[in-house]
């Protein structure tokens, strides 16, 4: 049966265990997406090297855990192993930290936001069109005229890409199956701070295709899509960015239909901005 031989050290391994596990659970769930943004195979190394600091203290503290009950408690190797794994931690600890500090310190590398001077005559906003015509115009502004784009899609992001003929513009899948690339439909706000943030992070012309407002409406009503319709409407003009919206009257019906219209601007008159645009 176990033990508890110290309760107050046990309680103290017991809670730098548990945020030691906490802290390598959340950095191994986003490592295939820390490692795909940080892109520098430097970068990479850094994010390893903390990544093992920590598993080497879960490890330790596990075994100081364990030294805390009768299970371990007066072991003498285990005192001395879990001594070696704590400065080995430390130590990873420390080379990632500095491996971090010196790059920016030498000035190697440094933070620069990235800067397009506005096309003229785009207007900025959001539009509605039927499913062809806004992803034919999303395929415009993304492949002819090289904005940033993103979707918000049913479809998985290989199998949108391959529809459009797009190679690498992002995709928010939305779904309800259990996948790293979907994010479930009732999680709006989630799905809007997602777009915010990419609306936010460059001081550039970019769009946003919508293609599944039938099945946001379906899974969180027709208030709570119009509010993030509207949200994002806000966020894309305030941010040089174009919001289109692929709607189906039949599909949503007649009133959810006019209320989003209300919102957005017919999809024709986006292209007649880029018509002008290249008339120039």
Known sequence: MLEIV??????R???V????GAIVIMLTVMEKRIKSNLGYSYFIRVFNALLLAFILVVVAQTIGVLMRTNVLYGNLAAEEIRSILLTLGALFLFISSFLLYVPFAHGKYMIVPVAVEPAENLKY???WGDREKAQEVFL?????ERLPGIAVTRDPPEVFRSKLGLRLIPAIWVSKVQHDDAVSPTRLAHILENLRHFLEATNMDKVILVDCIEYLILENGEEAVLKFITSLKDFATLNRGILIVALDREAIGEKTFNMLASELRPIEELEESLREI???
Do not use: N, Q, V
């Open 6 to 11: 110290s309760p107050g050290y046990f309680i």
């Open 13 to 15: 391994d017991l809670t």
């Open 17 to 20: 265990l548990i945020l030691s």
């Open 125 to 127: 906003g959001a539009y």
């Open 140 to 144: 415009k502004l993304t492949k002819r």
């Open 278 to 280: 290249h008339a120039e």
